[in-house]
């Protein structure tokens, strides 16, 4: 597959997709508190998806099928893991909350990590923080003529100067009329090495920073992946634009150097 890249038309309904995302995982967050189970945080993101008439980029993806909405991965779990009534959340829980919708046909894709009932234990609040900012400064890179390997360095090297490892095994990917397109986006990488980024590619980029070994496991249900060493995980990620005055974030309302 090539890389597509999008028309000033495609990416207002990208933002229209984006905001509708960034509005529901607010919604998602909030009622992420102690006694909350994830099957509860799915239907609030269902409910979402009724609201604004959107479609689930989740549901039924993949094989075997992805079950639900919402990806929700608490503590070691890195990536997909899966609602369940039984599964509640406690007090100083990790949570990594992950949401992808379509709307006019095009793809909104975005996740946070959340620490169940405010920050109690500064550890875990220091691998959230260092994710969210290796995201940060991965999205600063987002200028026409900068390097995907940009991208990746800046994101391993934030997280590892913290003693973290990235996690190889999923990296981030394109973003238009379906949910991964090309070109694969890496958390790890050599700066001024690979492909540039031009005005009109949209990305997700989505770093997954562990507190230990960056060895991925993915479980009997072939889709929860925690880390092998079963140390916290954390996970952030934006769908962002690239325009001639920067990053456009599609998966934040806050105005960002690309916003028209
Ligand atoms: N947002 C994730 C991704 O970019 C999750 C997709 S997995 C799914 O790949 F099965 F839930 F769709
Ligand atoms: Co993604």
Redesign the pocket.
């Known amino acids: 597959m090539r890389i597509k890249y999008k028309s000033q038309d495609d990416l207002l309904k990208l933002r229209e997709s984006g905001l509708a995302v960034s509005e529901i995982l607010d919604d998602i967050c909030a009622a992420a508190v102690p006694g909350a189970t994830t099957w509860d945080l799915d239907q609030i993101a269902r409910a979402g998806i009724d609201r604004l008439k959107l479609t689930s ?2 549901l039924g ?2 094989t075997p099928p ?1 079950p639900a909405v919402l ?1 929700t991965s608490v503590n070691e779990v890195i ?2 893991g899966i609602p369940r009534k039984e599964e509640v959340l406690n007090s100083g829980d990790i949570i990594g909350i ?1 949401f ?1 919708t379509y709307l006019h046909g095009f793809c909104g ?1 975005s ?1 946070r990590t959340v620490v169940v009932g405010g920050s109690t234990s500064p550890e875990k609040q220091k691998l959230v923080d260092v994710t969210r900012e290796s995201l940060e400064k991965a999205i600063a890179l987002c200028y026409p003529g900068n390097r995907l390997g940009d991208i990746g360095h800046a994101v391993q090297t934030h997280a590892e100067n913290h003693g973290y490892s990235v996690v190889r095994t999923f990296v981030g ?1 394109g973003v238009g009329r379906q ?2 397109e090309d070109p694969p986006v890496p958390n790890y990488g050599r700066a001024g090495t690979g492909k540039r980024l031009k005005s009109g590619l949209v990305i ?1 980029i ?1 770093p997954m920073v562990n507190a230990g070994a960056r060895q991925v496991e993915v479980l009997g249900d072939e889709w929860t992946a925690v880390t092998q060493d079963r140390s916290m995980s954390a996970h952030f ?1 934006h769908t962002i634009a690239i325009t001639e005055n920067g990053p456009w974030i599609l998966t934040q309302a806050a105005p960002s150097p690309g916003s028209p």
Request: glycine fraction near 6%.
């Open positions: 980029a989740f993806y993949a992805y990806c990536v997909h992950d992808g894709d996740a990917h949910m991964h997700a989505e990620e």
